[in-house]
């Protein structure tokens, strides 16, 4: 899994900017590089985030599941990220089948973009405090910063619900992270948080466009230069469309 961006304006020359997901033997986690066009110079990769390392605002959990990374031209990195296991009780194929047959909501479960990062199901992945986390700073300064959690209050959501799973992340060239994320009460929605502000709902499944009543947000959502969230919704009808906040 990989992101890149141009970044321009910062420098002479324009410069890549490239976060992925990788594994080295015992190693895994996410890095990051910058690449001059024009130059046979790369800069040494930057470690953003390992598995081992520990999970922010989780006492005694570290993150054992990383994925998913998003870059911005200022080289802040958001990923998906939670003290995963496994749960064996089915074999991978049987799994297959069960989430090509099951449903999620609107979308079939293995095509939903919550269950293709949080959710378990069968025998896949079962995720433990998973997390939206942003990874700021300079190299060999990099600090996490946690955009939203387990512990975190869904806006918009029922009093005392909290997050449950989350979507992969996107995060705009000014540094606005967006997800789909899922309340422990059942709140779906899209929300959003800018570099250095606080976490807001964009749109939730209490929400009506018109007169349609929303109930699916199947897609992970897409920011805009000035922090403008785009999304796909699906009403409670089956009705479809992409919107803006």
Known sequence: VAS???EEGLRDTETVITSFAAEAESWQGIVA???????????ELQVV???????????????LCVSSP????????????????TNAAES???SLQRSRNTLFRTQRWQNHCLTQSSLGHGGVVEHVFPGI???????????????????????????????????????????TVSFVGLGT?????????PHGGQLRSVVTSASVIGSMSLADFPNVPSVGPDGLVFFYAVSAAGLGGIYSE
């Open 4 to 6: 890149a961006v141009f």
């Open 33 to 43: 590089s910058e690449h001059v066009l024009g130059s046979s110079m790369t800069e």
């Open 49 to 63: 985030v390992a598995v081992g390392d520990p999970i922010p605002g989780a006492p005694h959990l570290d993150f």
């Open 70 to 85: 998003q870059v911005s031209p200022q080289g802040q990195v958001v990923f998906f990220g939670s003290h995963c296991g």
């Open 92 to 94: 991978s194929s049987i």
């Open 133 to 175: 986390y942003r990874s700021v700073g300079a190299r060999g300064n990099r600090q996490l910063q946690v955009v939203a959690d387990s512990n975190a209050a869904v806006p918009g959501g029922l009093e005392g619900e909290t997050f449950s799973a989350f979507s992969s992340p996107a995060i705009g060239s000014e540094g």
């Open 185 to 193: 009460n059942g709140t779906m929605g899209i929300f959003a948080q």
